[in-house]
Structures are given as structure tokens and as C-alpha cells.
């Protein structure tokens, strides 16, 4: 097959160069029977065998306890590709080439016997494909049984193949410090660091990669990446979905182990780092290394006013669907102590990132699935832009969208047109997808074809996995001493506990919401709204999560913004007490006050715990102004609502 044009990250070549297929070789998938393997690897070497990435010489080798023949394995991963292919279009040609390469071989991975029988179809296949003895060992099973594998391998003989060797080694790495130690030293009792391959698969995404290629192939904004530009910044990996069946697991791990020590600190690394000497796999690493050793190690005691944990009840999905509370998930312990959210205040003690938070925040069952890295800078001086009509300037941001949207956006502010100097928050935004084309991919295809060109870039090495490990453990320690008493304390669904606004409302800032057009277009007050509208409506409203029982808005209070509701229930209460009327997610309230310039007509009051945007008066009136069909419909509401015949349309024309 013609090898396809693409680019390597770590290519010390002209990016626009062709991409070479990777080495010849032989790959031997330890548990091919398993999820993994059909979910993620067989659709990768499919996505690689598309684009000419692997070589004519090359074979697979599957291997696991399930006593299947080369023929059935063939047909089985045929089908399973029909489900987990990610690409739009079948490539009869493609599948068929990688089919014919695809072989297998049961047994125990304990068994002596199974690794003669692997080594006799290794080398068959090694003299018939001319694979030179190159030999990746991909470790697609429990990590208790790497060592045993290793010792194996190494027993067989497999190390008297004439090629190179490597290993890749699948998560998880260890479950804290102590067993990620042993873990690297039974692995370096029989292979050496650069043989090793330890995937983290998130940085395999394009986007991560692309801090990489953002910071330090642009003379925009390093110069402004450090302690004297950036206020703040903030890692947020939120997930949809629950646990998925995965409850054995996940009991044990949790999202501390299971998204925050690994990935997330993994791409921690990429957006604060010292620019590398070069793109090589070793100064990249070296610098990744550096970096999360100046991370601060708490004491358990620092380390509690720094996290904060939670774990979901009962909800609804962002789908619509029914999600059972975390306890009471298949495997799962029914009085769990485990987290399922967690968000935390980190400081990186160098001289580039003294004394800026860094915030991070993942869990599982949330309102969205979105990954977003938001780089807040600080302030710019207002002397300029005081004055009646001004107010208080937000700062620049930048965000790195690296899931589902895939993009980067920056934030900055521009005049209002008109005659007088308004401020207002726009953006400019690169999208992934408008500039680029690019077939959807796993992931995993480009730490398969680094592996097998021996570029370590994007993997882990001994020192950072430690490194990350000595992060987390304090954090792990303070809190399996100290039970969680308020769990389950966020509603499947929701945006997690209120804990975790505390614990940036406490330094005076707020987390970053990014509100993209779907969610909006679940209100009905925009939905069918153009683009305009949408972009600076979601630019202006900001997150507030309240407690079921807390009143958001009291009769008679001065009123200066109106709410959205995104998740819950909130009631409309008269001066006895009695409700009038119940407000669901899509509802909106407090506009009135903002119409009429009147204190509030009505108490509102938190049925449940709600998830609402606010939208403040100046903003209210400024889109009134620019968008007569948010004119309408508010006037609209009100109307309907209050019985009040409002002009909105006078209210968006008067002077602010
Ligand atoms: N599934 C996924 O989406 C992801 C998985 N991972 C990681 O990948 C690894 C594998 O996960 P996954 O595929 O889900 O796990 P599975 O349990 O689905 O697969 C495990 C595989 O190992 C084989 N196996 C286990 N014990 C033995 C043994 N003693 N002898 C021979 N074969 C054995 C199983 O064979 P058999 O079934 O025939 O007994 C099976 O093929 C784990 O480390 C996981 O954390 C990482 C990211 C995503
Ligand atoms: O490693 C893991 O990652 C997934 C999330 O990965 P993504 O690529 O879908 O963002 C997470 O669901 C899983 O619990 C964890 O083990």
C-alpha cells in the first residue's frame, strides 16, 4: 500500500514530510481476547493499515487464555471492527491486508508450554514476513501479571531474536507510589528503560499534543506563560457517563487514581513545562520530569484544604437517562468510601509558576463530557476604561477544547459599537475541525506507531510516573484516614459537589464553564437562536450551583440578574410561604426585575440542589439591544408569567 501523507510530532524532519510506515515487526497483543483489544487496538492498527502506516513486512500474534483459532479470531475482531471502527467509510482493501496478517495462539500466560508454542509462531511468521526479529510486546491484560510475562518471555528466549524488543504497558501503573515502584522494578529486572512503552493514552489526543505545537512553535504567548501574566489555570476532565460496568475496578481506583494522577497530570506537564532542548522522546520527558517534581507535595493535613472529594447519588444523565447512584453500580461497595469527583489546588514551586493555582477538576456522571484546559490571565490595567458606563473588566483567557470539540479559543475584550466606548468579551477560535482534515481516531494509532519506531515521546517514563505518584499520595493518605461523611453529595448529572466552587470561590475565582450551543439550545428562550446570539450569550452567563432549600431570589431585593436553570427544580414562593409554580431545567427567572428596573416580584427558592447560569443586568441589556428575537421572547415570558405588558424593545433602546 502507498504510505499516506501525515506528520509526526516528535519528527525532527520538516513537518511536511511524508510519514514512513513504522519498522518491520511482529506485534504480540498479550490478552487478545480481551475489551481492549477489540475496542481499541484492532480499530488502531485498521486506522494505521488505512493511512500506509504500517509496514508490508508485519504480522499480529494474539495471545490469551480463551481457546480460539486464527480463523475465529479473524472473524471475531471482522465483527467487532464493524462496531468499534471510527472511521465513516469501510476500507474493504485495508481491512483485508491487516485480516490476512492477524494470527493466534491460546494458552496461560503462567504456562511454559504457551510461550514455546508463541515463540515456534513468532518465528514461522518473523522467516515468512522477513520482520528481522523486531518483536512489540503489547501488554493488554492485568497489570499483575506483567512481571509474569516478562519473566517468560525472557525464560523462552524470546531476547535471542536478532531485532529490537519492545514492551508497551497499559495502565493502570501501580495503585500509589509504593506498587508503581515495585511495578518498574519488576519490569526493569528484565527490560531496559527504552524498551519500555507505559501508554497514557491521553497523550494520544491531538489536542494534548497540540499544547505542545501551540506553546513553543508561537512567539504569541510564551513570552506571557509565566507567574507575571497568568493568574490562574484550570484542568477540567468532565465525564458523562458512570462507571460503565467497570464498578470491580473503578471501587478500587477511583477518579483520583483513575483520571487525575495519570492523564491529567500528564497534560499538567505539557502546558507548564520548560520549553525542551529538542523534540527528542528524552528532553521532552526530562522536562515533563522536572515539572511535576516542583509540583508541591503536600502533607496530608495541607493536602484536605486543597481537595476536595464527592461521589454521585442518584440522577439523570445529561442523555436523559436514568443513572443509579454510584453504591448501588454492579461490584461496587454499597457504603463506598470512593471518590468519583475530585478537584484540587495545586502549586508548582518554581521560579516560572510561583504562587499560581492550578486548579483540577474530573469526575464521573456530570452534566457534560468535556475537557478543557483555560489559561486565565490577569487583569489588564483599567485606568483607560473607568467610568460610568464601564464595568469591571474581565481578563483574557485561553482555552485548550481538547474534547468532544477539539480547538482552541482565546477570550479578549472589544468596543461596542456604537458612540461610546462599551466594553464587551469576544473570542477567536480555531477549530480542529474547520482547519484540518482529519479522520476520527482512537487515539492509540499514534503510541502504536511510536512505539514501533521507537519514539518514546508520548509515553511515561520511571521518574514521571514516581514523580505524578508522589503528587497524588499524600492526597490518597489524607483520605482513606478520614472517611467521607456527606457521600453521596452531587446528583448524577449535576456539576458536581458545591465543595468544589468553594474551594475557588475561597481564592475569589470561579470555575470555567465552557456553554457550548447545544446546551443552550436546551432553553427555550434561545432555542432556534442564530450563532451571534448563542456565542455572546454563552460568553456572558456564569455558573452558580446552589443547595436544595437556599433561596436564589427573595421579593423585594434590588434585583440585577436573571437565571437559567441548567439542573434541578426551583419554586416560585409567595410572601406566606405557599408555591405558585414549580421551574424546571430550561426555565428561566429574574428577568422582570431587569426589564422593569424593579425590586423582585417573587421569592424563588431551590427545590433541589440547581445548576444555574446568571446572566447580569448589563449583559441582559446589551443582548436585548443587539438581538430583537431575545426581545421578543423575554417580553414574551414576562407576559405570559406576570400578566405585565412590558416593552423590552424601549428598555433595549434607552441609554445604559
Ligand atoms: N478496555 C478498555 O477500554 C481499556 C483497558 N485498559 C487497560 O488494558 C488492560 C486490559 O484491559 P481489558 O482488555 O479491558 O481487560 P479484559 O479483562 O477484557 O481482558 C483481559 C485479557 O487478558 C487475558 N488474560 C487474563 N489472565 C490471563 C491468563 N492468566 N492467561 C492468559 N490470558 C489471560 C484475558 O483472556 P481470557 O478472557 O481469554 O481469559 C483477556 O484476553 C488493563 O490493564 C486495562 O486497565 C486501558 C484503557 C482502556
Ligand atoms: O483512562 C480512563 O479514561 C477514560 C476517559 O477517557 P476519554 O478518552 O474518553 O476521555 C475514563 O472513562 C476511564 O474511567 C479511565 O480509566
Redesign the pocket.
Known amino acids: 500500500m502507498e504510505p499516506a501523507r501525515s506528520v509526526s510530532l516528535s519528527s525532527p524532519a520538516t513537518p511536511a514530510e511524508p510519514t514512513a510506515p513504522g519498522d518491520p515487526c511482529i506485534l504480540v497483543i498479550?490478552?487478545?481476547?480481551?475489551?481492549?483489544?477489540k475496542?481499541?487496538l484492532v480499530p488502531s492498527l485498521y486506522n494505521l493499515a488505512c493511512d500506509g502506516l504500517l509496514p508490508e513486512q508485519f504480522a499480529v500474534v494474539g495471545?490469551?487464555?480463551?481457546g480460539l483459532t486464527t480463523e475465529a479470531f479473524r472473524s471475531r475482531m471482522a465483527a467487532d471492527l464493524r462496531t468499534f471502527n471510527t472511521r465513516k467509510e469501510f476500507d474493504p482493501r485495508a481491512w483485508d491486508w491487516l485480516e490476512s496478517r492477524l494470527h493466534y495462539t491460546p494458552?496461560?500466560?503462567?504456562d511454559e508450554e504457551a510461550y514455546g508454542r508463541l515463540k515456534e509462531l513468532v518465528s514461522r511468521l518473523d522467516a515468512e514476513r522477513g520482520t528481522g526479529g523486531n518483536l512489540l510486546f503489547y501488554?493488554?491484560?492485568?497489570?499483575s501479571?506483567f512481571g509474569l510475562i516478562s519473566e517468560k518471555l525472557n525464560g523462552a528466549g524470546f531476547k535471542g531474536f536478532p531485532g529490537w524488543q519492545r514492551m508497551i504497558v497499559?495502565?493502570?501503573f501501580g495503585s500509589d507510589l509504593e506498587s508503581a515502584r515495585a511495578l518498574n522494578r519488576e519490569l526493569l529486572a528484565h527490560w531496559r528503560e527504552d524498551q519500555i512503552f507505559r501508554i497514557d493514552?491521553y497523550l494520544g489526543k491531538e489536542t494534548v499534543q497540540n499544547i505542545l505545537a501551540f506553546r513553543f512553535a508561537n512567539e504569541l504567548f510564551e513570552p506571557l506563560w509565566n507567574r507575571r501574566h497568568i493568574d490562574h489555570i484550570q484542568l477540567t476532565v468532565s465525564e458523562a457517563v458512570g462507571v460503565e460496568g467497570r464498578g470491580g475496578?473503578y471501587d478500587r481506583a477511583g477518579v483520583l487514581r483513575d483520571m487525575i494522577q495519570n492523564h491529567m497530570l500528564q497534560m499538567l506537564a505539557y502546558v507548564c513545562m520548560e520549553p525542551p532542548a529538542s523534540f527528542s522522546a528524552d528532553d521532552i520527558r526530562d522536562e515533563k520530569a522536572k515539572l511535576l517534581r516542583a509540583v508541591r507535595r503536600y502533607s496530608p493535613e495541607v493536602a484536605l484544604s486543597n481537595a476536595v472529594r464527592g461521589q454521585y447519588g442518584a440522577g439523570t444523565r445529561a442523555d436523559g437517562a436514568a443513572c443509579p447512584a454510584y453504591r448501588s453500580e454492579k461490584e461496587v461497595d454499597p457504603g463506598s468510601n470512593t471518590e468519583t469527583f475530585a478537584a484540587l489546588r495545586l502549586f508548582i514551586d518554581n521560579w516560572r509558576w510561583e504562587n499560581v493555582p492550578i486548579y483540577l477538576r474530573s469526575g464521573k456522571a456530570l452534566w457534560k463530557r468535556g475537557t478543557e484546559v483555560a489559561v486565565q490571565f490577569k487583569r489588564a490595567p483599567e485606568v483607560l476604561f473607568r467610568g460610568p458606563t464601564m464595568r469591571r473588566m474581565p481578563s483574557n483567557r485561553l482555552i485548550f477544547h481538547i474534547q468532544p470539540d477539539q480547538g482552541i479559543e482565546s477570550n479578549f475584550q472589544a468596543k461596542v459599537p456604537g458612540p461610546v466606548m462599551q466594553l464587551q468579551s469576544v473570542n477567536m477560535r480555531f477549530s480542529y475541525g474547520e482547519s484540518f482534515r482529519a479522520e476520527r481516531a482512537t487515539g492509540y494509532e499514534v503510541m502504536i506507531y511510536g512505539c514501533m519506531t521507537g519514539d518514546a515521546t508520548l509515553f511515561s517514563r520511571t521518574d514521571l510516573v514516581e514523580a505524578a505518584w508522589q503528587v497524588a499520595q499524600p492526597i490518597l493518605d489524607a483520605w482513606s484516614g478520614r472517611p467521607a461523611r456527606d457521600f453521596p453529595n452531587y446528583d448524577a448529572g449535576s456539576w458536581g459537589p458545591v465543595a468544589a466552587n468553594d474551594l475557588l470561590e475561597r481564592d475569589g475565582r470561579r470555575w470555567y464553564e465552557v456553554i457550548d450551543r447545544e446546551t443552550l439550545g436546551r432553553v427555550p428562550l434561545f432555542r432556534g437562536g442564530d450563532p451571534l446570539l448563542l456565542n455572546q450569550v454563552s460568553m456572558a452567563l456564569r455558573p452558580h450551583a446552589v443547595p436544595a432549600g437556599e433561596v436564589i431570589i427573595r421579593e423585594g431585593d434590588p434585583g440585577s440578574e436573571m437565571y437559567l436553570i441548567c439542573r434541578g427544580e426551583a419554586e416560585v414562593i409567595d410572601g406566606e410561604g405557599e408555591v405558585l409554580a414549580t421551574l424546571r431545567e430550561g426555565a428561566c427567572f429574574g428577568e422582570v426585575a431587569l426589564l422593569l428596573s424593579e425590586h423582585r416580584t417573587a421569592t424563588v427558592r431551590a427545590r433541589t440542589s440547581c445548576d444555574l447560569f446568571v446572566l447580569d443586568r448589563a449583559d441582559f441589556r446589551r443582548i436585548l439591544r443587539d438581538h430583537p428575537q431575545f426581545c421578543e421572547a423575554i417580553t414574551r415570558i414576562a407576559h405570559e408569567r406576570y400578566d405585565t405588558k412590558i416593552d423590552a424593545s424601549a428598555l433595549a433602546a434607552a441609554p445604559a
Open positions: 498479550f490478552g487478545a481476547s480481551g475489551d481492549l483489544t475496542r481499541l495471545i490469551a487464555k480463551d494458552g496461560d500466560f503462567g501488554m493488554a491484560t492485568l497489570p501479571l497499559e495502565k493502570p493514552h475496578y
